[in-house]
């Protein structure tokens, strides 16, 4: 619109400053014309009259001077006649110029005695008149008297304004029709090979064009359509080797890393790039109170930890909410940005959630409904239909969000979560050719705990519009398959672990998901022995032992267990106050839900007790550090950490203890984790507790701190080298390979 406005309005600035100055020439010249006119005229009358006024002024004749007058007042328009005496005393006069008698007249006596006739404009009442004045001689040149005419000169500025109306209905339909010619002008020589080119391009990036050429065009626009073509050129060179190396450096039978990521999805999706969508994006931007300017952070969460390597190493496009109270300020026109944002290896296209759909999908069907319902916490998932509409809602909101990315051939689309169980099937209905896999990163339920959702059937049946759903463990996709089974009209093939409904069907398989273990690869951003000092330095820390906890503040992660069993741990072993010293990083989640905003003070306080129930001079057992952690920030703390406590009630993987176990690279440290963890099944090398049993898990504290050095070596050695081994570039490799397999099925 600026673009259009910027070429027309010069355009229109110049026309109509042309009419302005031609309209006022022409008004001029009209009036001059007119003014001329009407002096003639005049003046012609007023000589026509002479004779009789002559005759008149000789006879002295004042019934011939009154019908001279009155047959002025008859003609149209104001007109009118004076007869003078010689001593310019007024004889007859035109009745609607009888205000004349009264009037001070001092060049009468001037025309008397110069004998010349006096043509000029007065003002007569709210008129402008012109009047022209004679005087009578006689045969001896004597004067006799005079005869004056007298004519309004309205009608000319009538005539005037007819004209200005006139000049100014042209002007504006001659405007109206330049604009229109420069506007078709302007379409047809820029806009529509824009547009073209533009659509070309677009066609290009889905993949959906073979055609080498946009379009043929000369001059500098064909110049700008040859540059376009080269780059493409250059992308489909690039695309087919990247492909061609791809297959050859898979074939080599070595560790999973981002390049052999980036090979096999190049190597089996080719161009079409993966489209990931969850509810929390990679990065938000926020506005920091303290800073006073906008930050970027990376939000504490499993999902983000596990899916941005992924992206990192292949690029596409994640969708995901944009929840940080600056995000829309660093969006483009498309609501889409590169990230990281330092360097751009993915789009994250945000999308938008008013209060109300927040409250209601996120804060209430997605966690206080299916959260709870999936995890074997005993707490009460709670049910409300106004929830569940905003659920099916968002979920429509972002299937249409994901539709308008797609490229026209076979995309893969990958979901994440509870959060989106409608998703599946939205996509699938509208194009069922897009590859569509759901990753569940929470327990799955027995059907008898899954029974209790009031909208069982149409989450059953949201979820099955995927080709392949994943969870963490064996035992998670059982529970589906029963869950299936029992609920739903379907059958559920047990051999291929596929559940078919509708002819349609969906396999079930496990994918223990895992974290990018770079992060002991030496490419620190800072020294880890100094931040391990500067840490010890901050808090104090001699040689005590260390335990480090690092957790979203949510009660499935068991924070209130692992408090107590400290207690009971220093109650039953008293030898080690002042010697053991826990640290808890804890960042507030979900706290607009009453059961977080609840944890979070039961939390605070039972720390408080406990610190104050065994403080001894300048120590205390726990240090609380409550708020959001970088990714940079937790890893001296995973290294300070001689014992890491994962205390879940009941998690579907948890991180945080691969997380603890890539970090300790020099083969210390020892892993107490819940037996309720997905994790549990892989790093069976840890040490295995019963959260819920405060007694064991007092001791099993005591254990961590007793095993001895080789032992924990060992144990150590072995989980490193699942996590090396199980990384989460294998566990997106087994996906895309679980995917393109099912592909040929
Ligand atoms: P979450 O329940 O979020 O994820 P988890 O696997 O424990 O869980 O990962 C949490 C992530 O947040 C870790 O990367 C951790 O480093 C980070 N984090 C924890 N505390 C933090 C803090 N104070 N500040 C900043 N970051 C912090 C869900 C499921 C899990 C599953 C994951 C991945 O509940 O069972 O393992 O998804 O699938």
Redesign the pocket.
């Known amino acids: 619109m600026k673009r259009i406005l910027l070429f027309i309005l010069p355009i229109l600035i110049l026309v109509a400053l042309g009419f302005a100055v031609s309209g006022v020439m022409q008004a001029r010249f009209t009036e001059d014309k007119l003014m001329d006119d009407l002096k003639r005229k005049a003046r012609s009358v007023d000589e026509g009259l002479e004779l009789s006024a002559k005759y008149i002024l000789i006879n002295n004749d004042l019934k011939q001077a009154n019908r001279l007058v009155d047959s002025f007042q008859k003609r149209e328009r104001l007109q009118g006649c004076v007869i003078y005496d010689k001593d310019g005393q007024i004889l007859a006069i035109t009745e609607r110029f009888s205000d004349f008698k009264q009037r001070e007249r001092p060049y009468l006596k001037d025309i008397l005695s110069s004998k010349l006739p006096r043509g000029a404009l007065e003002k007569f009442k709210e008129y402008s008149v012109y009047s022209y004045i004679l005087p009578v001689l006689n045969d001896d040149e004597s004067v006799l008297g005079m005869v004056e005419v007298v004519y309004d000169t309205s009608y000319m500025f009538t005539t005037l304004t007819e004209l200005w109306r006139k000049i100014s209905i042209t002007s504006i339909a001659l405007i109206l029709l330049i604009v229109l010619t420069a506007l078709l002008i302007q379409r047809q020589i820029f806009i529509i090979p824009v547009r073209r080119l533009t659509q070309w391009f677009t066609h290009f990036q889905r993949g959906e064009t073979d055609k080498l050429r946009p379009f043929a065009e000369k001059g500098e626009f064909g110049k700008l359509i040859s540059e376009v073509e080269q780059v493409a050129l250059s992308i489909r060179v690039a695309r087919r080797t990247i492909s061609d190396e791809a297959n050859v450096r898979l074939q080599k039978n070595e560790l999973w890393t981002e390049a052999k990521l980036k090979d096999l999805i190049h190597a089996k999706l080719g161009d079409n790039s993966l489209f990931v969508v969850s509810n929390r994006e990679p990065y938000m931007h926020v506005f920091d109170e303290n800073l006073g300017k906008e930050i970027c952070i990376r939000p504490?969460?499993?999902?983000v930890?596990?899916i941005h390597p992924i992206l990192s190493a292949c690029g596409g496009t994640w969708i995901a909410h944009g929840s940080g109270n600056s995000d829309r300020k660093f969006v483009n026109s498309q609501d889409k940005l590169g990230v990281p944002p330092e360097d751009n290896r993915y789009i994250l296209k945000r999308v938008w959630l008013n209060k109300e759909e927040e409250q209601g999908y996120y804060y209430g069907f997605s966690n206080e409904g299916l959260w709870p319902l999936c995890h074997n916490t005993h707490t009460r998932p709670i049910f409300k239909e106004s929830d569940w509409r905003m659920y099916k809602e968002v979920n429509q909101k972002f299937a249409d969000s994901i539709l308008n990315e797609l490229p026209a051939s076979s995309p893969f689309v990958f979901v994440q979560d509870y959060h989106f169980t409608l998703l599946p099937k939205m996509i699938k209905d509208k194009r069922p050719d897009a590859k569509v896999a759901l990753f569940w990163?929470?327990p799955w339920p027995t059907p008898e705990a899954f029974m209790i959702c009031p909208y069982q059937n149409e989450i059953l049946e949201g979820m099955l519009g995927c080709d392949l759903i994943g969870f963490?463990v064996q035992n998670h996709c059982n529970n589906f398959l029963d869950t299936a089974n029992r609920l739903l009209e379907s059958r559920v093939d047990t051999e291929k672990f596929s559940v078919v409904r509708s002819g349609k069907e969906t396999f079930i398989r496990a994918f223990p998901?895992s974290i990018n273990p770079r992060i002991n690869d030496g490419l620190f951003k800072v020294d880890p022995i100094r931040q391990v000092e500067k840490l010890k330095k901050e808090f104090e820390l001699k040689d005590e032992i260390i335990a480090v906890g690092?957790?979203?503040i949510?009660y499935t992660k068991g924070i209130v267990e692992r408090i107590l069993a400290i207690d009971r741990f220093l109650d039953k072993y008293p030898e080690y106050k002042k010697k053991f010293v826990f640290i808890q990083?804890?960042?507030p989640s979900r706290t607009h839900i009453k059961r977080y905003h609840d944890l979070i003070g039961e939390i605070d306080e039972l720390v408080e007790k406990i610190n104050w129930k065994h403080i001894d001079g300048n120590w205390k057992p726990i240090i609380y550090l409550k708020?959001?952690?970088?990714?940079d920030d937790?890893q001296p703390y995973y290294r300070l950490g001689d014992i890491c406590i994962v205390s879940s009630l009941h998690?579907?993987?948890?991180?945080?203890a691969k997380?603890y176990v890539a970090e300790k690279d020099d083969l210390s440290g020892a892993l107490i984790l819940s037996q309720f963890t997905?994790a549990a099944r892989e790093l069976t090398d840890a040490i295995l507790v019963n959260p819920y049993s405060i007694e064991e898990f007092a001791d099993s504290i005591k254990l961590a701190i007793q095993m001895p050095k080789e032992e924990k070596k060992r144990r150590m050695e072995n989980m490193r080298s699942v996590i090396a081994e199980n990384n989460i570039y294998r566990w997106a490799a087994n996906i895309i390979n679980e995917m393109v397999a099912l592909k040929k099925i």
């Open positions: 504490a969460s499993g999902v930890t596990a990163h929470i963490h998901i690092v957790d979203r949510d990083l804890a960042a708020k959001h952690f970088s990714q937790i998690d579907g993987m948890n991180l945080v997380e997905g």
